[in-house]
């Protein structure tokens, strides 16, 4: 699956409702989203918070030719969630705008150690940023896209509405936490139903 480019607007129809998507996109994303512990917050990805950020992107970058919005739309594709796969964009947040190069080396290693547990059942630990070809293990970074490859045992639980849990076991950053009821059904309706919806409407509508 992937976001069609001819369906993204123009720059000119963007600009022309982008106030109001912004206040939708904004709920929208804080719904999706979840803290984990004091430095770490994920956004659970879909097609409505992906094809946002492609209309932020081409409206800051002003660009206007199809070939542009196909590149975009095929680089923010990769991240579309589908029955077998959840996808998050992990964002580390620390106080000081200029944090120290340890503490941040420290949470990027971290980023590594990310996982979703849904009982009974093994932990399903997020590959990180496996688009790139050091994953940003010797370099670090304040954001990582994760990627959760859910087996079929995962998927029914997750059908079933069984708490879901979110941890991060590196051992100097060793947190974990129950998503919230709505996150997780809105993350069980991307397994039930996410080659059949289109929720791009949620916002543009």
């Known amino acids: 699956m992937s976001i069609d480019p001819d369906t993204l607007l123009s720059l000119d129809a963007y600009a022309a409702v982008r106030t109001t998507v912004r206040t939708r996109a904004i709920a929208y994303r ?10 770490m917050r994920l956004c659970f990805e879909d097609e409505t918070t ?10 800051a970058e002003r ?17 579309l969630p589908g029955a077998g796969r959840w ?6 947040e620390l106080p000081s705008p200029l944090p120290e190069p340890a503490r941040m080396q420290a949470l990027s290693r971290a980023a590594h150690r990310i996982y979703l547990a ?3 059942g093994a932990r399903v630990f997020a590959l990180a940023n496996g688009d790139l070809p050091d994953r940003h293990l010797g370099r ?20 079933e ?4 849990e979110l941890g991060c076991d590196d051992h100097d950053y060793a947190f974990r ?29």
Do not use: K, N
């Open 87 to 92: 996808t998050a964009t992990l964002m580390i």
């Open 118 to 120: 849904c009982r009974p």
């Open 63 to 79: 660009m206007r030719s199809g070939s542009d919005r196909a590149e975009q739309a095929a680089l923010y594709s990769r991240w």
């Open 50 to 59: 992906l094809r946002y950020q492609i209309q932020e992107v081409l409206h």
């Open 161 to 164: 509405r069984r708490p879901l």
């Open 177 to 205: 936490r129950q998503l919230p009821p709505l996150l997780s059904d809105a993350m069980a309706l991307d397994v039930l139903i996410h080659s059949q919806h289109s929720p791009a409407s949620a916002l543009y509508a």
């Open 140 to 159: 670090p970074s304040g954001v990582h896209f994760l990627s959760f490859e859910l087996d079929a045992g995962l998927r029914h639980r997750v059908a």
């Open 30 to 39: 804080r719904a999706r989203s979840v803290g984990l512990g004091p430095s």
